[in-house]
């Protein structure tokens, strides 16, 4: 089986205490990129988090739009499909699970697939989405409820 690193890194900086300390941090990951991460400004308010940075929740809401894309365009080609282009403006909402613990509860992806040639019909379209979603190894990895209307 594979496995996957990311290594997150933090340091309090001089001059910060305990509570109140920045949320920056790094993720860097095998392939030599890093990437700067903070708090959600949702969770921790500004200055102590930075909106500009990716934050947990918007990465994973991102890694179950970027897992399904990726299973979509895979299988959208083994159909016969050519995918010019993909967009997906996927929002995650923050609620209550069913253990009372907040928790991203839902997933909304909203794929919008433009070919080059012949389009899959509606039925199709559904059902390569839907076969995407089966796939997906994050979807299958999380409880929240993914939902996916594509365009």
Known sequence: MA?????VTWKLQAGESHPRYSRDHSWSFDGGLTIAASASPHVVPPPLSTPAHIDPEEAFVAAIASCHMLWFLHLAAGAGFKVASYTDTAV???GRNEQKRMAITEVLLRPQAVFEGAAPDAGTLAQLHEQAHEKCF???SVSSRIT???A
Request: aromatic share 8%; charged share 0%; net charge neutral.
């Open 3 to 7: 496995s996957y690193q990311a290594t």
């Open 92 to 94: 995650g909402s923050m």
């Open 138 to 140: 994050i979807a299958n």
């Open 148 to 150: 996916v209307l594509p």
